[in-house]
């Protein structure tokens, strides 16, 4: 068993960059692929970075994902933010047999 | 365009049984894997377990096997999501999602949620 570890929340100024830390207990992070979804208030969540970095199509290139095999982490970062990226963070990854969402990021756009 | 529509928002009491439905649209539904995922209230999201529609193959997380049933109508591409007997503790919304496989591959696209409520 795993877990995915994420701060609870963020905040950051419009037009900054943030990062929000996805971190595997056990087991290598590189070994299986870490996904992305945003979930705005009310909605249901999207993906904005599968496969470790990649985005799907609408997905504006201001978002990027990428893991640290040295800290076991993935890692989201937002750049330019808007107040429209004010939302929950979840990072999902997989074993042989589950898969394991992360605790969830609450972003703020102050 | 790719749908996935769930069934309405249940009030049911504790015991009783419910199954909630998840109707795919706009393609091949045997050739994708549908999954649960639980949110209760101010929570974050739960992986409950995956079926694939094609050949009814079905996964569970620990933390869900034997607490719920998944099952799909490839003939009218409906995924279903039950409960034998509820709990107070099963009120949450409830989304499915699309795969292309078990595991690996991201959820991308969802329903609409729906949203359990389990109350004396």
Redesign the interface.
């Known amino acids: 068993n795993f877990m995915l570890t994420q701060p609870h929340s963020v905040s950051e100024s419009p037009g900054k960059t943030v990062t929000i830390s996805c971190t595997r207990s056990s087991g290598s992070i590189a070994t299986n692929f870490v996904q992305w979804y945003q979930q705005r208030p009310g909605s249901a969540p999207t993906t904005v970075i599968y496969e470790d970095n990649q985005r799907p199509s609408g997905v504006p290139d201001r978002f990027s994902g990428s893991i640290d095999s040295s800290s076991n982490s993935a890692s989201l970062t937002i750049s330019g933010l808007k107040t429209e990226d004010e939302a929950d963070y979840y990072c999902q990854s997989y074993d042989s047999s589950k898969r394991v969402f992360g605790g969830g990021t609450k972003l703020t756009v102050l | 365009e790719v749908q996935l529509v769930q069934s309405g928002a249940e009030v049911k009491k504790p015991g009783e049984s419910l199954n909630i439905s998840c109707k795919g649209s706009g393609y091949s539904f045997t050739s994708y894997w549908i ?1 649960w ?1 639980r949110q209760i209230p101010g929570k ?4 409950m377990g ?1 079926i694939y529609p094609g050949d009814s193959d079905t ?1 569970f ?2 933390s869900f096997q034997g607490q719920v049933t998944i099952s799909a109508d490839k003939s009218i591409s409906t995924a279903y999501l039950q409960w034998s007997s509820l709990k107070a503790s099963d009120t949450a919304m409830y ?1 499915c ?1 699309r795969s292309e496989d078990g ?6 696209y ?4 729906t949203l359990v409520t389990v109350s004396s």
């Open positions: 999954g995922v974050g999201l739960e992986w995956i996964r997380s620990p989304y999602a595991y690996a591959s991201p959820f991308d969802w329903g609409q949620g």
